[in-house]
């Protein structure tokens, strides 16, 4: 079947999963997460795909979760709890909802092999949780990485920070929500290097066939080799952690007010009032008007 989200092709020993929902920043749906689960899957079942290159069409990667379907599901929740029709929350089943979210983004950390992410734009909220999963991470000078969602509304579901930039960088900027430029998400480990915007393609798609020479058994066991480490660490039960406190985070006192908020002035208004204060991602002086507010 045709894919709606992304587009994939081989070339020159690279799969490449192409995010093409450029007009809407490629904010995460349930469709984006099936498809995407899929196209890591073919690609690391296909013996002609040495490295998988996950990038993206238009001006961000991926700004987040579509708020729009997203607060509205937790709004009908409000709602069928006030009239008795329902518990307020299923821990359980916020889990096992969230879960099938975590089990994709993942797919791009337990694929066989190495996965590459080129980010361009946008890279924020639940973008992170996916991009975060990639192997080497690479950027375009413009992109920009953050965690918004950790001022209200959820915390970060892989839980990847600590594992790839250190304790007190992930406090940093999980404490605050703060934005990071790529070049400073260069200088803290949390990306490997930049590119020039215009050439972010072209030298994604060239490491990534550099790595493609490799065989395939070499990529496997090298890469097994570095992220067993991590998974020693116990970076499985830090993700189950990050997915029961998003839940938690999510109906907090405050993060019903957020819903109630977003479903009154809409999700970008409520976004922008979130991030007011600290005047960054979507309050700061944006060059265009249709420029994304984040996840």
């Avoid at 995460?28 to 998988?52: F, K, M, N």
């Amino acid at each position: 079947m045709m894919a709606e989200t992304l587009r994939t092709y081989c070339r020159n020993g690279v799969g490449h999963i192409v995010l093409t929902r450029a007009a809407e920043y490629n904010t995460i749906t349930p469709a984006l997460r099936d498809e995407l689960a899929a196209a890591i899957d073919a690609a690391d079942r296909d013996e002609t795909v040495h490295v998988i290159l996950l990038r993206a069409e238009g001006p961000a990667f991926c700004a987040g979760y579509g708020l729009d379907w997203s607060t509205s599901g937790q709004a009908r929740e409000q709602s069928a709890s006030t009239s008795g029709e329902r518990r307020a929350w299923d821990s359980v089943g916020d889990v096992a909802m969230i879960g099938r979210f975590v089990d994709t983004y993942m797919k791009l950390w337990y694929a066989r092999k190495p996965t590459i992410a080129a980010v361009q734009g946008w890279c924020i909220g639940g973008g992170t949780d996916m991009v975060l999963c990639a192997d080497i991470i690479i950027a375009g000078d413009s992109a920009t990485f953050g965690y918004p969602p950790s001022r209200v509304w959820g915390t970060p579901t892989t839980a990847m920070w600590v594992y790839r930039m250190g304790l007190e960088k992930a406090k940093r900027y999980l404490l605050t929500g703060d934005e990071i430029p790529a070049a400073t998400a260069v200088d803290i480990g949390l990306i490997l290097q930049t590119f020039h915007d215009d050439e972010l393609e072209k030298s994604a798609t060239a490491f990534a066939e550099r790595m493609a020479r490799v065989p395939i058994n070499q990529l496997v066991m090298l890469k097994l080799l570095c992220n067993q480490t991590v998974e020693n660490m116990g970076m499985a039960s830090s993700r189950t952690l990050g997915m029961l406190f998003d839940g938690i985070a999510r109906h907090t006192q405050e993060g019903d007010n957020f819903v109630s908020r977003a479903q009154k002035v809409g999700f970008r208004q409520a976004v922008r009032e979130r991030d007011d204060p600290f005047g960054d991602y979507g309050s700061r002086p944006r060059k265009r008007e249709d420029d994304p507010q984040p996840r």
